[in-house]
């Protein structure tokens, strides 16, 4: 039996290529015949960290396995250290070893990282290989497996190898989200917010009357999750001109980065951009003309989600520095993406840093 799901279409500027994202509770049990439809290949690699794969990594190669394909799971360690040079050599040289050819497809089973390194490792394994993402925290099905951005890190900085790379299919249950841990939930949630916060206040109310029960009600969840998306999708899908557009999906992320750069990436993503989200509230106030109410109403949405907890002890003189280092500065005033009201962003070039700052301070106070 086929389950209930709901599709986004990602057609690229530019591109002939499209592919679709498929949305619903149980759709893990689908897989086989989504692939088969792909026509790919029975041989097939599922990467995914030991974490994950301990959970569904038997679950999905047994879907797989009944739907005629000859599957091997490929681990990595989880977190952020996988995405390296020298494990992306080990899974190719794994690929290999197990007689993978450049039709043979990877499939992402994991999170960001899993989706970011094994995005990376298809797109340069044998110069190109078909690849499928099974995002598996919210972060990744709101946000990390649309665009078809791929990357490892390097000992300078994050995501500083990387590649564009195109997924034949994205195929996201929100079942995995039963066993995420809430500080997961709360960096996938942050991204929600944002993105309803530059382009549908629709789905900051539904989200408001959703939130006691949302991750009990899965059907809601899906829809939600679907809407995140399309808005994700909708907005990568720009062209070149239309390149401001692009930008204001950084709603929340000059602030962000710099905070999680202070705090040397121990602060969780989500709950950067939340405090990020909170001080481009206010600023939109000073600088946008966001009238007062709304913004209340979005800080008030921010703080019941939980999403903005204690910050650990940052220097204010470190997160301004972290501020005018990034790339998004000019001299003292820096770019933000801005509300003049909620759905409606605009790009803001020169704020001041100093307003920043006080902003930030008092989110945090
Ligand atoms: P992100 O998507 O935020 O980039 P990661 O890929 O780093 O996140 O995954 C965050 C953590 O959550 C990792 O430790 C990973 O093993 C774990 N994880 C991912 N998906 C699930 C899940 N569905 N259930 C439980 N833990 C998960
Ligand atoms: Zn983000």
Redesign the pocket.
Known sequence: MQSQSRAILITLPGREQRYRVLIGPGLRFDLGSHLKALDLPPRLFVVSDRRVAGLYGGQVTGVLEKAGFSPTLLEVSPGERAKTWPVVQRLARDLLAQGADRRTCLIALGGGVVGDLSGFLASIFMRGAPFIQVPTTLLAMV?ASLGGKTAINLPEGKNLLGTFHQPRLVLTDPEFLDTLPPKERRNGLA?ILKHGFIRDPDLLTRLERLRPRLFQDREALADIIHRAAAIKAEVVAADEREADLRRILNFG?TLGHALEAASRYRLA?GQA?AFGMLAALQLSVSLAGLSPGAAAYGQRLIKDFDLARKLPNLAMGDVLAALTLDKKREGQNSVFVLLEELGKPVIYPDVPLSLAAEFLQAGWA
């Open positions: 946000d991204e992320h993503h951009v």
